[in-house]
T-cell receptor
């Protein structure tokens, strides 16, 4: 089975621009979660989507948004980029969003976003 | 609220020596606990998870972890370190369902260095 894929792997943007990152989950997984990883704050949860609905959201400003399509692929968007948005953005998929003891999240390789 | 504390941001061992990475958690309900490993410029790879079936959990690459409820700990061990074990290790906790859908709460990570 193919793993979680994320595109693009690297992005360079300037302050004020917006960016869209894409994530394709493992086949059959309906839940997609997004995380931001920075040296200072570590790994922080952004949001989770399941069957095209956002079920959970972390403590991030409204500039961070996402969506999920009917094939479970997900995108996240960051508008009005700030220098502090430079990070590794990780996508993880699971069958049901950690809803049971057998559920596990599997991570993609990440998208490295640099904001200049 | 759940939280995870990893004691020691850096651990250094010699090849062939015991690896011990410490993780303590706090959770208001019985948690699911995970250990992930991250190699440079890669995503997170699942090493093992605890879901209450057994307190001693065996994972990939010879790693294992023991859940100790009385100590609220879930330390990761490997009897004999290999050079290829050098990476960053993350302990994470999840709670089933409700407002916790798809959310892992991570510790700050421990960088493991293995000396020849």
């Amino acid at each position: 089975k193919a793993g979680v894929t994320q595109t693009p792997r690297y992005l360079i943007k300037t302050r004020g621009q917006q960016v869209t990152l894409s994530c394709s989950p493992i086949s059959g997984h309906r839940s997609v979660s997004w995380y931001q990883q920075t040296p200072g704050q570590g790994l922080q949860f952004l949001f989770e989507y399941f069957s095209e609905t956002q079920r959970n959201k972390g403590n991030f400003p409204g500039r961070f948004s996402g969506r999920q399509f009917s094939n479970s692929r997900s995108e996240m968007n960051v508008s009005t980029l700030e220098l502090g948005d430079s990070a590794l953005y990780l996508c993880a998929s699971s069958p049901n969003g950690l809803a049971g003891s057998t559920d596990t999240q599997y991570f993609g390789p990440g998208t490295r976003l640099t904001v200049l | 609220a759940q939280s995870v504390t990893q004691l020691g941001s850096h651990v250094s061992v010699s090849e062939g020596a015991l690896v011990l990475l410490r993780c303590n958690y706090s959770s208001s309900v019985p948690p699911y606990l995970f250990w992930y490993v991250q190699y440079p410029n890669q995503g997170l790879q699942l090493l093992l998870k605890y879901t209450s079936a057994a307190t001693l959990v065996k994972g990939i690459n010879g790693f294992e972890a023991e859940f100790k409820k009385s100590e609220t700990s879930f330390h990761l061990t490997k009897p004999s370190a290999h050079m290829s074990d050098a990476a960053e290790y993350f302990c994470a906790v999840a709670k089933s369902g409700g407002t916790s859908y798809g959310k892992l709460t991570f510790g700050q990570g421990t960088i493991l260095t293995v000396h020849p």
